[in-house]
């Protein structure tokens, strides 16, 4: 029984973890944000506070054929930065 309880966990988790890229004037940052199923995209950059959580974040140069800067499991991006947010990568 616990083991069915516990991946049922996993399964929700999984499903609430959105793909997003986020565009900055210097940065093109792609990973997940925790948005809740059925929940808009645009909803949630609204309703955030000072900073936007992402996960399994890697950031790259925003110029055409950036290199990547940084590879971290979680940053905050700071909402006043955000230029652009698109679901996927």
Known sequence: MALTV???????????KTKVTILTGSYRIKGYIDLI?????????????DFVAVTNAEV??????GRQVLSAPFINVN???????????
């Open 60 to 65: 790259w140069e925003a110029v055409l054929g």
């Open 6 to 16: 516990h991946l049922g966990a996993n399964l929700m988790t999984d499903q609430s």
């Open 37 to 49: 199923p059925g929940a808009r995209l645009t909803d949630f950059i609204v309703e955030a506070k």
């Open 79 to 89: 909402r006043d930065c955000i230029q652009i947010v698109t679901p996927g990568h």
